[in-house]
């Protein structure tokens, strides 16, 4: 038994035994090399991350004059995240909740689906601990080299791998830190800067904090991440269903177990295959574990045990719960044969994809998209937001009108700079005035905007000391572009005391 699974049946068998310790120490897990068609899976979905990782930054984008080039970039400092054409506000933050809404719903959906296959492909710790694990083989050979050289005497042979190996890891660390800076930085500039020790303290400070967290994460934790950091295990099972493609062992095919030359057995000859490539060191074997990330390299071990056999693949394989158990039903009974194998695998159905839990998943997925791509396209260039002052509530002047103070804050979220008319409408004989800004009309003047930006005005709204007074005014406060066509209208609240007139 692997000694990671023997610490897993451990922590399920119940209350510790006298004088056992609660915790264990970590066991090493020294993972095979394996090939074939789920490894190549993992390294075509390896390369695609880390080449968008690494060079998105790098990609150019015309905005024009006074705007950066950079495709994608959050810029914290002007308050913008840019996405290629795409320029969020903060005030338009509801798209990033929508955004991580979509990934949820898809993960989820994804989960039921085929399983843990966000873990075992595309998870950030599992593709840069598969570069780190690939890099160490590279340097120190496989399983059973890594183990000899972690048993051995510390020689001139092995510090020189040791430190060839975390100098490689080092090396990518620091790609990945830097590669994280270049989104929120200009990457040409900001490499530039961080090579000639010019770039500022807190960019060096997460350049580091980055760098170590992972090299020590994907170097050193490595599957204690998934097993005891990641909460994603915990709740998992809530989201599978016997429908679910799971990474399985077809138990009623590969029991009893029994080595090559023994008669009466399954097709399983306790190998171990499928453990040695494990990278987080469990047997697939003992059933669905926590520990499992879904990456299907036990699969490949164990078809090409299979293959140099000439025993059917697929022993392990990624099946649902609902055709285990329909196929042990089947065979069972039978004793180990090749009919035993044909009886169960014609007992097998086709893996039903559109069910409750899915379509729910798709109609939400398909709700969230709608919302988003509405408020896109209703999106307004140009937003007016009113801010009146809160103290004083109203100043009552010495000719006995009232007056209220307001802020008001244009953004252009265009490139263009331009004019607009700003209107105040009211069913009260309202006076409104804006300081620095042209008066064209009663209540009309002519207010600046600079491209992406915001302009701020200050507006005073009176009424005149022979009108009756309310409690409160409700006034609209309106954009007009140059064909007087209302561009964009906010409302607010004119406050004076109640039930008053005003007496000089």
Not at 43 to 57: E, G, K, R, S
Not at 101 to 127: D, H, K, N
């Amino acid at each position: 038994m692997n000694d990671v699974t023997a610490k897993a049946r451990l922590r399920n068998a119940g209350p510790v035994a006298a004088g056992q310790p609660l915790y264990a120490d970590r066991q090493k897990v020294y993972p095979r090399a394996v090939s074939g068609p789920v490894r190549r899976a993992k390294w075509a979905v390896l390369i695609a991350c880390l080449f968008l990782y690494y060079t998105v930054p790098l990609i150019r984008w015309d905005r024009g004059p006074n705007a950066p080039d950079q495709a994608v970039l959050v810029d914290i400092g002007n308050g913008r995240l840019y996405f290629f054409m795409v320029e969020i506000w903060p005030q338009e933050v509801y798209y990033l909740t929508g955004l991580l809404v979509l990934g949820a719903i898809a993960l989820f959906a994804a989960t039921s689906l085929f399983g843990r296959v966000w873990c075992g492909f595309a998870c950030p710790q599992t593709v840069w601990t598969d570069l780190f694990m690939w890099v160490e083989r590279l340097i120190q050979g496989d399983r059973n080299e890594r183990m000899k050289l972690d048993r051995a005497p510390w020689t001139a042979a092995k510090w020189r791998k040791k430190i060839m190996t975390h100098a490689a890891w080092l090396a990518i660390a620091a790609a990945t830190g830097g590669a994280w800076i270049m989104y929120f930085n200009d990457a040409p500039t900001m490499t530039v800067q961080l090579l000639t020790l010019q770039a500022s303290k807190e960019v060096y400070f997460f350049f580091g904090l980055f760098t170590a967290t992972t090299y020590l994460l994907a170097g050193w934790a490595r599957e204690q991440v998934c097993t005891y950091m990641c909460p994603w295990p915990r709740f998992q099972a809530a989201m599978l269903d016997e429908n679910s493609l799971v990474v399985s062992y077809r138990a009623w095919r590969g029991e009893p177990r029994g080595k090559l030359k023994e008669e009466g057995h399954g097709d399983c000859v306790d190998c171990n295959a499928c453990v040695n490539v494990c990278p987080t060191g469990i047997d697939i074997r003992d059933g669905q574990q926590m520990e499992c990330i879904g990456c299907g390299l036990c699969i490949d071990a164990c078809d090409d045990v299979m293959a140099r056999l000439d025993r059917p693949r697929g022993l392990i394989a990624f099946e649902t719960l609902k055709n285990i158990a329909a196929s042990d039903a089947a065979a069972r009974g039978i004793p180990p044969s090749p009919a035993r194998t044909e009886v169960g695998m014609a007992a097998r159905h086709v893996p039903n994809f559109i069910r409750a839990r899915t379509v729910i998943y798709a109609a939400v997925i398909a709700t969230v998209l709608a919302v988003m791509t509405g408020a896109w396209l209703l999106r307004q260039e140009v937003t007016l937001a009113v801010l009146r002052d809160r103290a004083p509530l109203f100043v009552s002047l010495s000719d006995g009108g009232i007056r209220n103070a307001y802020t008001l804050k244009i953004a252009n979220k265009s490139r263009q700079a331009g004019e607009l008319t700003l209107v105040m409408d009211s069913r009260a004989p309202l006076r409104l005035t804006v300081q620095e800004a042209q008066e064209v009309g009663p209540n009309r003047f002519t207010v600046a905007t600079r491209g992406d930006g915001i302009t701020q005005w200050r507006a005073l709204i009176t009424l005149p000391h022979d009108v009756p007074t309310r409690e409160s005014t409700e006034v609209t406060f309106r954009l007009l572009d140059a064909r007087g066509r209302t561009v964009v209208r906010t409302d607010s609240v004119f406050l004076g005391p109640h039930g008053q007139e005003n007496h000089r």
